[in-house]
């Protein structure tokens, strides 16, 4: 179900209308291009939650991205602003449709303002929630 998940969030997420590479540069735990994004789940943290047969599921996830020629504070800046911009367009779409689940919510986590990642100069992320939820009974 996670893999199923990945790949609608990457669809989803294809269409923000300023992404700044091509969708065939829009990989699932990639980053092995010069100029890329990436989505990554958190493996093993799925939050379920059963309350009178409504569950609810909490699927951690990040966005990577990297760019191996962004050289000056402006362009990696620039990076930064472009994973916020994500986050706050997602928080704003009507989400799409997923067999047997509604999606109630994207929302953007503590850390979800993009920042560098440690050991990788020119890749920042940002981390973000998908909320699920469906009746189980």
């Given at each position: 179900?996670?893999?199923?998940?990945?790949?609608?969030?990457?669809?989803?997420?294809?269409?923000?209308?300023?992404l700044?590479?091509?969708?065939?540069?829009?990989?699932?735990?990639?980053?092995?291009?010069?100029?890329?994004?990436?989505?990554?789940?958190?493996?093993?943290?799925?939050?379920?939650?059963?309350?009178?047969?409504?569950?609810?599921?909490?699927?951690?996830?990040?966005?990577?991205?990297?760019?191996?020629?962004?050289?000056?504070?402006?362009?990696?800046?620039?990076?930064?602003?472009?994973?916020?911009?994500?986050?706050?367009?997602?928080?704003?779409?009507a989400?799409?449709?997923?067999?047997?689940?509604t999606?109630?919510?994207?929302?953007?986590?503590?850390?979800?303002?993009?920042?560098?990642?440690?050991?990788?100069?020119?890749?920042?992320?940002?981390?973000?929630?998908?909320?699920?939820?469906?009746?189980?009974?």
């Open positions: 179900m996670d893999t199923d998940i990945a790949i609608k969030l990457l669809e989803f997420i294809s269409v923000f209308p300023d700044p590479i091509t969708k065939e540069l829009f990989l699932i735990d990639d980053l092995s291009k010069d100029k890329c994004m990436s989505l990554r789940m958190h493996e093993g943290t799925v939050l379920q939650q059963d309350i009178d047969g409504y569950k609810q599921i909490q699927y951690p996830f990040m966005l990577l991205y990297k760019d191996t020629s962004a050289k000056s504070p402006e362009d990696r800046s620039e990076m930064m602003a472009v994973l916020n911009k994500i986050g706050a367009w997602m928080e704003a779409q989400l799409p449709k997923f067999p047997n689940m999606w109630e919510q994207i929302s953007q986590t503590a850390y979800s303002s993009a920042s560098i990642m440690e050991k990788e100069e020119n890749t920042y992320i940002a981390g973000y929630t998908l909320i699920l939820s469906n009746l189980s009974n």
